[in-house]
């Protein structure tokens, strides 16, 4: 792996009941960028980002997240990544403070009190430390998962979909802490199905059928496909793959 990336796998593949749902998948992250992993629903994008913070174990395929090595040292990669799942998976009958508590205990973290302050500071919940988590909209649900991504300090972040539902006002903010936590030197690897987010990241990668077709910026996935924009780039790409399934 290049000292200059995060996340460096070959051939990552997943299999159930004989069905390929990632297909020999290649993925390079830089250090310190923000990735966007898009496809359409069912491509592979959760089950490729469940593998690499070592939630799965891959059927084939290898390579490292944070110089770690996904098959033999999955327990380490889980202390350094932050990930945040598609649906609000923290406690909806304990507040704020005491979920971020919860997760700081997970971590065994030796300052647990500061931690937990810090993180409510960051993403602005200090007003709403006492609030029962399942009052929150969709929008504070959000930070509050955010947070809880960030309270054990991790070096890489990936991200399910974590705008999905919420409101414009709040993804634009979300995507505003995201670029400050690159800037910061964190790197993200966030799953979305929005355009205007998409080109926000530094770096795309397009996923159908299990596999990649596109990698780099938007605007070499968009030279590439011959495309006007990058939605119409993915059609195209999606009408090939098709093609070649067929």
């Known amino acids: 792996m290049s000292v200059d990336t995060a996340i460096d796998v070959r051939g990552l593949s997943k299999r159930y009941g004989g069905r390929a749902v990632v297909d020999r998948v290649d993925l390079q992250v830089p250090l ?26 891959p059927d084939a395929g290898s390579g490292s997240c944070l110089g770690l090595d996904i098959l033999r040292e999955a327990r380490a990669i889980k202390r350094q990544v932050g990930y945040m799942t598609q649906r609000f ?22 300052n647990r009190r500061a931690e937990v302050d810090a993180a409510l500071e960051r993403l602005r919940l200090g007003e709403r430390r006492d609030q029962l988590a399942g009052t929150l909209s969709g929008g504070w649900k959000q930070r509050l998962a955010l947070a809880a991504c960030l309270i054990h300090r991790p070096r890489l972040l990936l991200l399910d979909e974590p705008t999905a539902g919420v409101d414009p006002k709040a993804r634009r903010e979300f995507w505003d802490e995201i670029r400050q936590l690159a800037d910061e030197g964190i790197t993200v690897l966030v799953s979305t199905h929005y355009m205007d987010e998409a080109v926000r990241c530094d770096r795309l990668c397009y996923i159908a059928y299990g596999r990649v077709l596109a990698e780099g910026s938007a605007a070499e996935i968009v030279a590439e496909a011959g495309a006007s ?10 009408g090939r793959a098709q093609d070649n399934f067929a």
């Open 229 to 238: 924009d990058l939605e119409d780039a993915f059609v195209r790409l999606v």
């Open 32 to 57: 310190g960028r923000i990735c966007g992993f898009l496809g359409p629903n069912g491509s592979g994008k959760t089950t490729t980002i469940r593998m690499l913070c070592g939630l799965l174990t």
């Open 89 to 110: 998976g923290l406690y909806e009958d304990l507040s704020i403070r005491q979920n971020l508590d919860f997760i700081a205990r997970l971590f065994e973290l030796p």
